[in-house]
């Protein structure tokens, strides 16, 4: 995905089996990002550093989604266990991953670590990708929200 793109069309069940669609998430800015598994450090660090940030991005009038190839169980389990604030979309076929266009790493084994940011409208923003810089991914959502307010 470009800036300036569309969110594309998706319904994909969350930790609860309880299905999100692109078009539950117009209205109010929104910050998507893709991580490759849950409970795994990098994975740990990144959704406990949006935990954190949670009600700074709440203030901003933005929500936040976590996305990866997990199971809702494995989701609903780490969401548990790292008090997460948000909703963990379970993309199992990767379907929302190549809509998106996030890259995968270390010769494709490995699915990428990408921040998508949008305004109410559901056109692109911002975007980070870094597999390694998990707390980047916050950083840099916070500039491009406070950007739109």
Request: proline share 6%.
């Amino acid at each position: 995905m470009k800036i300036g793109d569309k969110i594309p069309e998706f319904s994909l069940p969350d930790q609860d089996w309880n299905n999100l669609s692109n078009e539950d998430l117009l209205g109010s800015p929104f910050v998507i990002y893709f991580y490759p598994k849950d409970d795994t450090p990098g994975c740990t660090k990144e959704a406990c550093s949006f935990r954190d940030a949670y009600e700074e991005i709440s203030d901003a009038g933005a929500r936040v989604i976590g996305v990866s190839a997990d199971s809702p169980e494995d989701h609903r389990n780490f969401k548990e266990k790292h008090n997460l604030p948000f909703d963990l979309l379970s993309d199992t076929q990767r379907s929302l991953q190549k809509a998106f266009d996030v890259p995968t790493n270390f010769f494709g084994l490995l699915p990428g670590r990408v921040t998508y940011i949008f305004n109410a409208e559901g056109t692109l923003v911002q975007k980070f990708s870094s597999q390694l810089k998990t707390e980047r991914h916050v950083e840099e959502s916070l500039k491009a929200l406070e950007a739109m307010n």
